[in-house]
């Protein structure tokens, strides 16, 4: 290819990110569960995430990182409420950047699948009890997730706290240097939760018609963009629900006109999460038809789901199904995927992505 999209840049508000090829948020369960290290990143997520900018990703996001102790889906996971976490990502930031990557950072609040146990090789599953560590969890409306444990309904004022543990988790994200803010509205954690009818039942101004379940991420993204009127802010949504009477497409479509006005940068677009009982056949590129949707919105929009080549990535962007493309597991198995794929592709910038030290290995 004289000049694939995939390794071309892509401008985000006033943001110029050096290829289309990004790193999604993954979850690492690693962080202290408790002490003065609670929800700290510390040395694996420093390799972890420094090992994918130096692979040749354009933008490296953080894993989902709760904006208050709560807010975690597990007890191992990232939290950005307190210094010392915003310091340990800082230095994060650091070995991101100089590796000609930019870092991003997802924010979240995990609601009513918040204190369950890590999702990692012989864990056990489910509720974490709160007298093993785990704690009471919150939702919009008093309504389980499958199996796991009960949620405390959130009063309106409560509401209004989770809008400003989003913003100040922003601002510490700003300061610690990160070049992108993600809001996790996806997956069935709170936000989602909050956007689905199946999840919220609320009869005060968070519940209610389609433009009252979404009062709550349209206002931590106006309330976000007021304040760093320069920052790139993304939002991460599933697009359908995949079941009958949920947030489906048509509705995410609505959702993202709104976003663009309350100055939302990109939607990247995912699904599920919000029902235990939901069963979807996936293959190669299931979810891309959902950013393809999207569009319509007129927002830039990133695909995701088994897109596992480099053929397969640029045939997204060239037949303008999404704007950019996030990687997930293949990169987890190959940091260094990138480099390859555009070798592939013979990208004329593959052998300035490359890392001088790898060229014996690459080229």
Request: with cysteine.
């Given at each position: 290819?004289?000049?694939?999209?995939?390794?071309?840049?892509?401008?985000?508000?006033?943001?110029?990110?050096?290829?289309?090829?990004?790193?999604?948020?993954?979850?690492?369960?690693?962080?202290?569960?408790?002490?003065?290290?609670?929800?700290?990143?510390?040395?694996?997520?420093?390799?972890?995430?420094?090992?994918?900018?130096?692979?040749?990703?354009?933008?490296?996001?953080?894993?989902?990182?709760?904006?208050?102790?709560?807010?975690?889906?597990?007890?191992?996971?990232?939290?950005?409420?307190?210094?010392?976490?915003?310091?340990?990502?800082?230095?994060?930031?650091?070995?991101?950047?100089?590796?000609?990557?930019?870092?991003?950072?997802?924010?979240?609040?995990?609601?009513?699948?918040?204190?369950?146990?890590?999702?990692?090789?012989?864990?056990?599953?489910?509720?974490?009890?709160?007298?093993?560590?785990?704690?009471?969890?919150?939702?919009p409306s008093a309504i389980a997730f499958g199996d796991f444990a009960d949620p405390r309904a959130l009063s309106t004022s409560e509401v209004y706290e989770v809008i400003a543990a989003f913003v100040a988790a922003a601002d510490r994200a700003v300061a610690a240097g990160f070049d992108v803010v993600q809001i996790?509205?996806?997956?069935?954690?709170?936000?989602?939760?909050?956007?689905?009818?199946?999840?919220?039942?609320?009869?005060?101004?968070?519940?209610?018609?389609?433009?009252?379940?979404?009062?709550?991420?349209?206002?931590?993204?106006?309330?976000?963009?007021?304040?760093?009127?320069?920052?790139?802010?993304?939002?991460?949504?599933?697009?359908?629900?995949?079941?009958?009477?949920?947030?489906?497409?048509?509705?995410?479509?609505?959702?993202?006109?709104?976003?663009?006005?309350?100055?939302?940068?990109?939607?990247?677009?995912?699904?599920?999460?919000?029902?235990?009982?939901?069963?979807?056949?996936?293959?190669?590129?299931?979810?891309?038809?959902?950013?393809?949707?999207?569009?319509?919105?007129?927002?830039?929009?990133?695909?995701?789901?088994?897109?596992?080549?480099?053929?397969?990535?640029?045939?997204?962007?060239?037949?303008?199904?999404?704007?950019?493309?996030?990687?997930?597991?293949?990169?987890?198995?190959?940091?260094?995927?990138?480099?390859?794929?555009?070798?592939?592709l013979r990208a004329p910038v593959a052998a300035a992505l490359t890392p001088p030290q790898y060229h014996r290995a690459i080229f």
């Amino acid at each position: 290819m004289a000049n694939p999209l995939l390794f071309q840049p892509f401008q985000l508000r006033g943001l110029t990110v050096r290829n289309r090829l990004w790193v999604p948020p993954m979850c690492q369960y690693s962080a202290a569960a408790e002490g003065e290290s609670m929800g700290v990143p510390n040395d694996w997520h420093l390799v972890h995430l420094g090992a994918l900018a130096r692979g040749g990703a354009g933008l490296v996001i953080a894993e989902a990182t709760a904006v208050v102790p709560e807010g975690r889906i597990s007890p191992n996971d990232l939290g950005l409420w307190n210094d010392t976490q915003e310091q340990a990502f800082a230095n994060i930031v650091r070995v991101i950047h100089s590796h000609g990557a930019h870092a991003g950072i997802q924010l979240a609040h995990a609601g009513r699948k918040a204190s369950t146990h890590p999702w990692l090789p012989g864990a056990a599953t489910g509720s974490v009890a709160e007298a093993a560590g785990g704690w009471q969890t919150v939702a919009p409306s008093a309504i389980a997730f499958g199996d796991f444990a009960d949620p405390r309904a959130l009063s309106t004022s409560e509401v209004y706290e989770v809008i400003a543990a989003f913003v100040a988790a922003a601002d510490r994200a700003v300061a610690a240097g990160f070049d992108v803010v993600q809001i996790h509205a996806a997956h069935g954690y709170l936000l989602h939760e909050f956007l689905s009818p199946l999840s919220n039942q609320r009869d005060d101004q968070f519940g209610g018609d389609g433009e009252r379940r979404a009062f709550l991420l349209r206002e931590i993204v106006r309330q976000i963009r007021a304040a760093h009127p320069d920052l790139p802010v993304t939002v991460r949504i599933s697009g359908d629900e995949w079941v009958e009477g949920g947030f489906n497409v048509e509705a995410a479509l609505q959702l993202a006109q709104w976003l663009k006005l309350d100055g939302a940068d990109l939607i990247d677009a995912s699904s599920a999460g919000n029902t235990a009982e939901v069963r979807i056949s996936i293959g190669p590129s299931y979810q891309v038809w959902i950013a393809d949707r999207l569009r319509a919105a007129g927002l830039p929009v990133g695909a995701v789901g088994l897109i596992t080549s480099a053929q397969q990535a640029e045939s997204i962007l060239a037949t303008g199904q999404a704007d950019v493309i996030s990687v997930g597991r293949p990169l987890l198995a190959n940091p260094q995927l990138p480099l390859k794929w555009a070798q592939e592709l013979r990208a004329p910038v593959a052998a300035a992505l490359t890392p001088p030290q790898y060229h014996r290995a690459i080229f």
